[in-house]
């Protein structure tokens, strides 16, 4: 990507190029058009009609039109004045757009006034671009608000439609690509890989490291392989600063790389519970990733190639978690005469433990008997949901703390005193996590169903209650 207002600045009469030519590549370039040092300086010296020409002139692959950024710090008054100046400037490029063959951007403006963010998303994709663009996340990237960023790009997805690709203009640090990918972010531009190599700044997935300051790189890139840290700190400042930017552009395309693996294989979230440990800022931007679940479960796929890692509560607001406990809920059939409540056992699916699958078999030739299994990660797990993807799929973490069972113990309690069974029987695993579902049954005022047994005393229960039913 480059700035066509940057090749033109300054020129009466502009640079006659072509910029494939010009610029030695043959693959894609994308152009912007100059909105960026309207953030910067103010102003520029072009029309919005111009510098789309231009744009075409040269022959850019992708262009922007030019909008007006809101920027980090604008006052509410100011931001939905940027919104529909660069909603009045879409209507003008769109009249002046001669070359279709060019795919054109639609900025999305509003800054940190979600209203606003999403207004100009709504308004712009009214408009038929072919990629919409959310601006002015610059400064909260330099101050690694990322967290806020995260509710501006969902306030964006919201509005936008969901068929067009969206681009996040000016996010380029690698470490923060998996959490805007996860958002729905499809296409990044940065320079920052320049501007940290001109400090003397290293990418690594996780963060950024000083080189001044280094012994070793731990990075096997092309450029890493044939320099140490002592070597690097040697060369002239342009030296150090080409190297530098070379590795910090592997870096980036192979974090892309990894992210396109991870999504192809279902484990993008597991990527972001890693990368949420790197830096404050990171576990800032998850947890309010994390919050955005329910919005992030509607595009999520029913099934994925890869299983799921459960951790605890970082893994709580998984999307196939979200799914699950959502459906369930609507799914309930209520008036069983007898619900157990089995432990489920370290096998998966749990009614194939050797320890269950004797009892189990059994219950299943009773009838009026419904039988649910208690999961720590999902909480209620129907038997007839026991081999249904994600359930079967999840390795499950138990970190010992009563949090986490006292989740899995208010799951289980809702979903009980919905299907209103008239008996319970709760069979208690090794674990703490049956006295926590015990608890909360007597919470929720379901004592005086309540029957307590060992796996083996199950059998005999219902039957003996049954018979005495009967």
């Not at 710090?73 to 490029?93: F, P």
């Not at 100009?120 to 690694?144: H, N, V, W």
């Not at 007898?338 to 699916?349: D, E, F, K, N």
């Not at 307590?452 to 018979?467: D, N, Q, W």
Request: glycine share 8%.
């Amino acid at each position: 990507m480059t700035n066509a207002y940057l090749l033109r600045r300054g020129q009466t009469r502009p640079l006659k190029l072509e910029l494939h030519k010009y610029l030695g590549f043959k693959r894609p370039i994308a152009t912007d058009s100059g909105a960026y040092q309207i953030l910067e300086f103010g102003e520029v010296a072009v029309s919005p009609k111009e510098i789309v020409q231009y744009q075409e002139e040269i022959n850019s692959d992708i262009a922007v039109i030019l909008d007006v950024p809101t920027g980090f710090r604008t006052s509410l008054q100011r931001a939905k004045w940027t919104v529909d100046e660069t909603i009045r400037r879409a209507d003008e490029a769109l009249q002046s757009i001669t070359r279709k063959d060019i795919l054109w951007v639609g900025p999305v403006q509003g800054g940190v006034h979600l209203l606003e963010v999403e207004r100009s998303a709504r308004e712009m994709g009214k408009r038929d671009f072919a990629i919409y663009a959310l601006g002015s996340p610059t400064e909260l990237m330099e101050t690694q608000h990322f967290d806020i960023l995260v509710d501006m790009i969902v306030a964006a997805k919201k509005a936008l439609p969901i068929s067009k690709p969206l681009h996040l203009f000016g996010a380029g640090h690698p470490a923060t690509f998996p959490f805007f990918v996860a958002l729905g972010c499809d296409l990044f531009d940065s320079a920052a890989y320049a501007l940290y190599a001109k400090q003397g700044k290293y990418f690594t997935p996780e963060g950024t490291l000083k080189v001044d300051e280094m012994e070793e790189l731990p990075c096997n890139c092309p450029t890493c392989r044939g320099n140490t840290a002592n070597s690097i700190r040697d060369l002239s400042l342009e030296e150090k600063e080409m190297l530098l930017s070379r590795h910090n552009l592997y870096v980036c395309i192979s974090e892309l790389r990894k992210i396109r693996e991870m999504i192809r294989t279902g484990r993008l979230w597991e990527m972001l519970e890693i990368r949420s440990h790197a830096h404050p800022a990171f576990k800032r931007c998850f947890e309010r990733l994390a919050f955005h679940s329910e919005f992030m479960e509607r595009y999520n796929p029913a099934v994925k190639l890869h299983g799921i890692f459960y951790y605890g509560r970082s893994t709580d607001p998984l999307p196939e978690i979200q799914r699950y406990s959502t459906k369930l809920q609507m799914a309930v059939e209520p008036n069983a005469k007898w619900l157990v409540l089995l432990p489920s056992g370290w096998r998966r699916p749990f009614h194939q433990d050797p320890g269950l699958d004797p009892v189990v078999r059994e219950l299943r030739e009773m009838e009026g008997v419904s039988i649910v299994f208690y999961s720590l990660a999902y909480g209620p797990v129907p038997l007839e949901l026991d081999e249904a993807y994600p359930i079967p799929h999840t390795d499950i973490y138990d970190p010992g703390s009563s949090d986490g069972y006292e989740r899995s113990g208010i799951k289980v309690a809702e979903y009980v005193k919905k299907t209103d069974p008239k008996q319970i029987l709760l069979v208690h695993g090794t674990g703490p996590l049956g006295k926590h579902i015990e608890t909360k049954l007597r919470e929720n005022e379901l004592s005086g169903k309540l029957k307590i047994g060992t796996l083996r005393e199950a059998v005999g229960l219902i039957a003996t209650g049954i018979l005495m039913a009967s």
